[in-house]
């Protein structure tokens, strides 16, 4: 019969294991819950590259531009143009895109954005 080898630690280092676990499970727990106000880090730094939130919010989930208008229901031609700061977009079609890119409106959109209206 063969044993499954076994690791022996010290109390302190089990408890720092143990603490580290915990951690780690609080922070899944929080990343489970994200209502979809947290920016993800990629995210930030193309919006902070001068990237429209739109663009890198669509980037990070993985999804072309003829993907998201398909799964919005929004012509191709309004996104780009949205998406290239030539049309705000209106309400209802800025939560039909924050829905699906699984944030809130206000991520999609940038100071200068607030000024237009």
């Given amino acids: 019969m063969t044993s499954e080898p076994t690791v022996h630690l010290t109390q302190s280092a089990y408890q720092a294991l143990l603490a580290r676990n915990e951690e780690l499970e609080d922070r899944l ?3 489970e819950a994200d209502d979809g106000s947290r920016i993800p880090h990629p995210v930030a730094l193309a919006i902070i590259r001068g990237e429209s ?5 669509r980037a990070h989930r993985g999804l072309t531009l003829r993907e998201l208008a398909r799964r919005t229901g929004i012509s191709p031609s309004y996104l780009s143009e949205i998406e290239r700061r030539r049309k705000p977009g209106s309400a209802a079609t800025l939560a039909k895109l924050a829905a699906t890119l699984n944030t ?6 940038t100071d200068s954005d607030a000024r237009q209206d």
């Avoid at 939130?53 to 919010?57: H, I, K, M, Q, W």
């Fill in 53 to 57: 939130p739109l663009v890198a919010f």
């Fill in 29 to 31: 727990a929080a990343l």
């Fill in 104 to 109: 809130t409106i206000d991520s999609l959109l």
